[in-house]
């Protein structure tokens, strides 16, 4: 079985995949962590964001193993990743090993941009979560403070902001909801009930 989750930046894609996947048992893939790590190797070489050659080549070669350094986690990653995730031989390297990912029994969850429309179309549940920007921008404020960051929420807001926007209106695999994808509105709704509000639409579309 597969679990798709995709929605804007800081909307609980990942704390709810990870919720999820404990719940049914399932393996979870925040596939966010990719792009960031492509980033993350291309920042480290001083490699030009730009440089999409360079890029493409950094994800054909990822070491998918190294997905939980911290670093991956900080606010200038990305930022990072959401350029070079426009670039589509970034996307292309990246795709086989997530459908590879999704395949494995008994199942898995995979949270994103664009698993229920490109990654797994054909998906068992689509989830497409949001939350308005105000609130997704005090949810990374008091995440990254709690990691050290310094950061001020109006900078968070505004980086939240052009990061949708180019996730959105990149030609390359948008951020949209998929036609088939139950919309879930967390904006009013802390980490629990969200789940439990998901938790019903993937037992309902089961049934
Ligand atoms: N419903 C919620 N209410 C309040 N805080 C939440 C909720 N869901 C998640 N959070 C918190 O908001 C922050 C962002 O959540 P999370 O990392 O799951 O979002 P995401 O959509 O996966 O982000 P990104 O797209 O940047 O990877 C985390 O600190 C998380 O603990
Ligand atoms: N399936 C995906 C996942 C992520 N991206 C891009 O990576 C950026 C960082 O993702 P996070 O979920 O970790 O915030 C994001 O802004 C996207 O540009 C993607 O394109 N496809």
Redesign the pocket.
Known sequence: MIIAID????????????RLADHFGFAHL?T?LLYRAVARVLLDRDVALTDRDAAARVAQELDVTHLDDERLRGAQM?EAASVISAYQPVRDALLAFQRQFAGQPPGAVL?GRDIGTVVCPHADVKLF?T?SAE??AR??H??LL?RGETTDYEIILNDIRRRDERDMTRSNAPLKAADDALTLD?TH???D??FQAALELVTRKQT
Not at 7 to 18: C, M
């Open positions: 929605g804007p930046a800081a909307s609980g894609k990942g704390t709810l995949g990870k925040d966010g990305g949270d979560i939350a609130e997704r949810r990374r008091r995440e709690s967390t709704l802390d980490a009930q969200a």
